[in-house]
């Protein structure tokens, strides 16, 4: 261990990294080799920085890429022309938690089941229900008028009639 | 702005356009989220680069433009998981667009090795080197000493090779290939100073490389 707790190999690869920083930003400054830096290093990085090519790809392959992402960016552009397609993507799923079971699995598609022909279902149901509602309603409900009474009175006389063996009636 | 440990070492008194370097592409990635269209400029400025690294990393035109092709139409669709992290109160995994596309590109050229079958410690092939007449970079790499140094790094392993590509072709500071390999920047700087040696090791042993011990002007 030498510098600051580093051994020998950080410090030469630290000294390497500054000269490469200079080397690479073309200052001179640091290109004389009194900077501590091993020489074949400074040798070898000096020739990789003028040798090593850069690489083009050719122009045919350029305008090819380049029309194969306007055309990819134009698909990404769509749905946004059509109105902003993110928060309509999103409706279904924020209807949904806004009154699901909070328990539930947020992304569970088996409750989600819009099928349009449960909508008459449910006013059918409702209706029934309703009507047999108010029919409980009126059989507990105490008789209030005169008229109301008769209407009860007769209601249970036939009905105590249809219950009466046949060899009874009369 | 960004912070100093984007700054180059020894290079403090120019530590400020170190760091504005690393934010130059937001005003780009910006444009490009509003209007993907806007990608384009983007692409012109690193197809380049993207393409130098993959041709060093897979010594084929066809294979190096497939690996291009798939690192900027991967970075199209997936421009909105981008981070710019060039800001203050991010830590050290500091992170740019151009950081960000390397390391799409490393992965898609993975794969293109994985799918090749090569092996990653393959030198660059020596039919490489022999370009079209009329190809100017062919021309240039016809050259004994260009076609030494390429070779002698095209034999170095893995992540050495990468790094010096990274350093050397792509001019990326260490913070940024450190972001590129997933390392620390102490240990890239390890990396290049080993992979140098080597390179230096081999150059000598090169028979036809004599000359390339004299420093040149």
Do not use: C
Request: aromatic residues 6%.
């Amino acid at each position: 261990m030498t510098l600051l707790g580093r051994d020998v190999g950080e410090v030469d690869a630290l000294v390497t990294d500054r000269y490469l920083d200079s080397l690479l930003a073309g200052r001179d400054a640091y290109l004389q080799p009194a900077h501590g830096i091993d020489e074949a290093v400074r040798l070898v990085s000096r020739r990789l920085a003028g040798d090593l090519p850069r690489f083009h790809p050719s122009f045919r392959f350029e305008e090819r890429l380049a029309l194969r992402l306007a055309e990819a960016a134009a698909t990404m552009r769509l749905p946004l022309a059509a109105g902003g397609e993110r928060d309509a993507t999103k409706a279904p799923v924020r209807l949904r938690t806004s009154w699901a079971d909070p328990l539930e699995a947020p992304d569970d598609e088996e409750h989600v089941d819009p099928r349009p022909f449960l909508v008459g279902g449910a006013v059918a149901a409702s209706a029934l229900s309703l009507a047999g509602a108010a029919w409980v309603a009126w059989r507990r409900r105490g008789p209030r008028s005169p008229m109301a009474r008769a209407v009860r009175a007769a209601h249970q006389a036939r009905a105590g009639q249809a219950l009466r063996p046949a060899g009874h009636r009369g | 702005m960004a912070r100093p440990v984007f700054w180059r070492s020894g290079a403090a008194a120019e530590a400020a356009p170190r760091v504005s370097h690393l934010d130059l592409d937001r005003p780009l990635v910006e444009a490009a989220r509003r209007d993907p269209a806007r990608f384009d400029a983007l692409y012109r400025r690193y197809l380049a680069p993207v393409y130098s690294y993959a041709y060093y990393e897979l010594g084929d035109h066809h294979a190096a433009e497939d690996a291009t092709e798939k690192t900027f139409l991967a970075a199209l669709a997936n421009l909105d998981r981008f981070e710019e992290r060039a800001r203050p109160a991010d830590g050290d995994g500091a992170s740019t667009f151009r950081v960000w596309l390397f390391q799409i590109a490393r992965n898609v050229v993975a794969n293109e090795r994985r799918t090749a079958r090569r092996r990653p410690t393959q030198p660059i092939p020596e039919n490489a080197l022999i370009a079209d007449p009329l190809d100017v970079e062919g021309d240039m790499i016809r050259r004994d000493d260009a076609g030494s140094a390429w070779r002698a790094v095209g034999r170095l392993a893995g992540d050495r090779r990468r790094a010096l590509v990274l350093r050397f072709v792509d001019e990326m500071s260490t913070a940024e290939i450190a972001g590129v390999l997933g390392r620390s920047e102490g240990a890239v700087r390890v990396l290049i100073h080993r992979a140098l040696r080597s390179v230096a090791r081999d150059l000598e042993a090169e028979p036809e490389s004599k000359e390339w011990r004299a420093p040149r002007a």
